[in-house]
């Protein structure tokens, strides 16, 4: 059974930085594709960034060159590194394996204000 669990998030002024963390256990996560997601009350999920297994990645416009998304595919673990925090970036976040259909965490809440 996968088991998908997101840690790392918590308050950060604007302009900081934070790294999440996903592990993600019993996924077999080399073949899988990888992803974060975020949501505001109100609004849809949203996609931040995606590796694929072929180490391909892609970003959503609003974080490009700000954020990095990175895999340990030995430990099963996945990372989303947050950098030049804005307020506008606060959100709770999920972690998300083999796409639409696969394995998500139950998210962990970024907050980005002075």
């Known amino acids: 059974q996968v088991r998908v669990s997101e840690s790392g998030g918590g308050l950060v002024q604007p302009g900081g930085s934070l790294r999440l963390s996903c592990a993600a256990s019993g996924s077999l996560l080399h073949i899988h594709s990888v992803a974060w997601y975020r949501q505001v009350p109100g609004s849809q999920r949203e996609l931040v960034a995606r590796?694929?297994?072929?180490?391909?990645?892609e970003y959503s416009v609003s974080v490009q060159g700000r954020f990095t998304i990175s895999r340990d595919n030995y430990n099963d673990m996945i990372y989303l590194q947050m950098n030049s925090l804005k307020p506008e970036d606060t959100a709770v976040y999920y972690c998300?394996?083999?796409?639409?259909?696969?394995?998500w965490g139950k998210g962990t809440q970024v907050t980005v204000s002075s």
């Open positions: 998300n394996v083999a796409g639409d259909s696969g394995y």
């Open positions: 590796d694929l297994p072929d180490g391909s990645t």
